[in-house]
């Protein structure tokens, strides 16, 4: 098991800018696919953001593409998620996880606790 810790939440206002990190104990953990989630109240939690160790693919919700960019830091365990130009509509607990699939909720095998944005 891996545990991810995530960090960078804050209040924002419209067309501001947040970077959320989140940190993993260890790099032993099954899969090697990385990403971010979005929940809001009422919604369905959704994949926003993911990309693999080691590789250069990245993923992202339509939503999001254009606006957020993840990247990985493997010498410091840390995935980011740099969000320009937010929405009110990006208001969320935001959740980084580990998986074998991007994007795809089912797909995750660890999840953060959550770091919370809102956009107002």
């Known amino acids: 098991d891996v545990q991810l810790v995530e960090s960078g939440g804050e209040l924002v206002q419209p067309g501001g800018s947040l970077r959320l990190s989140c940190v993993a104990d260890?790099?032993?953990?099954?899969?090697?696919?990385m990403g971010w989630f979005r929940q809001a109240p009422g919604k369905e939690r959704e994949g926003v953001a993911a990309t693999y160790r080691g590789g250069d693919k990245v993923y992202y919700a339509d939503s999001v593409k254009g606006r957020f960019t993840i990247s990985l830091d493997n010498a410091k365990r840390t995935l980011y998620l740099q969000m320009d130009r937010l929405k009110s509509e990006d208001t969320a607990m935001y959740y980084c996880?580990?998986?074998?699939?991007?994007?795809?909720?089912?797909?995750?095998?660890?999840w953060g606790q959550g770091t919370q944005v809102t956009v107002s």
């Open positions: 260890a790099y032993t953990y099954v899969g090697n696919c």
């Open positions: 996880a580990v998986g074998v699939a991007p994007l795809q909720v089912r797909e995750q095998t660890s």
